[in-house]
């Protein structure tokens, strides 16, 4: 797998401190990639066709994050977003639209709720390509920070239980208003393909899987031979 690094923040101040890391934070996010106008700081993002930005070196904690001061639970996390739109809006239509500054139609598949989940029925779906990256790319931070337990969570819910453990939580489980990670994410899927290696048997997958670092501009260029 390759992990794309982006240096779009390598200016920015939180890079001056480094954090022991205990949790891992899934979240949405939402922004024109081929601008990569990303506003909000995030340590990895997972674009819907699987390709893995490494935005922020994980060791850097982000205090400018969406969850800072809360608890401080943001010094010890590292934030993974995975490219969304969210909750859709079913219009008169009959077509869903999801927001991006503007209403914009979602033409791709839907995922709708057995119950409505914070006022909300209808969502994006997450991608294959994209699910698998992001499971290679935890059983990597797995072995690379050893504090971070094989937990997931397992709920949509907000708890304050979620500020004491050490493992993988979603956004919501933290932020009473969050709306992700959203009920369209299969948790139960994760929890049992997390849960069935151990520590070791994580450590030789990823050997296996050949965790690959690369510039942004070598993985421009690499595009560009392709092309041709």
Same mark, same amino acid.
């Given at each position: 797998m390759k992990i794309i690094l982006n240096d779009i923040f390598s200016k920015s101040s939180f890079l001056n401190e480094k954090t022991e890391k205990e949790v891992i934070i899934l979240q949405n996010i939402f922004f024109n990639m081929k601008k990569f106008d990303i506003k909000e700081p995030v340590h990895y993002v997972i674009s819907k066709e699987g390709i893995v930005y490494q935005l922020v070196d994980p060791d850097f904690w982000i205090p400018e994050s969406s969850t800072a001061n809360k608890k401080n639970i943001d010094r010890k996390s590292i934030f993974i977003g995975l490219l969304n739109e969210g909750k859709l809006t079913k219009r !008169?239509?009959?077509k869903f639209y999801y927001y991006d500054k /503007? %209403? *914009?139609e979602y033409k791709e598949p839907i995922f709708e709720s057995e119950e409505t989940w914070k006022g909300e029925k209808y969502f994006a779906t997450y991608k294959e390509a994209q699910? +698998? !990256?992001l499971l290679n790319l935890l059983q %990597?931070? +797995?072995d690379r920070f050893t504090k971070i337990d094989k937990f997931f969570s397992n709920e949509f819910i907000y708890n304050e239980k979620w500020f !004491? /453990?050490?493992g993988i939580i979603l956004k919501c489980n933290i932020l009473k208003y969050s709306l992700d990670l959203t009920p369209a994410f299969p948790i139960e899927r994760f929890n049992r393909q997390i849960l *069935? +290696? !151990?520590r070791e048997e994580i450590m030789n997958f990823v050997k296996v899987i050949l965790?690959? +670092?690369v510039s942004l501009k070598e993985y421009k260029n690499s595009k560009k031979v392709i092309k041709k």
């Open positions: !008169s239509d009959g /503007v %209403y *914009k699910l +698998f !990256s %990597y931070l +797995f !004491s /453990v050490r *069935k +290696f !151990s965790i690959e +670092f």
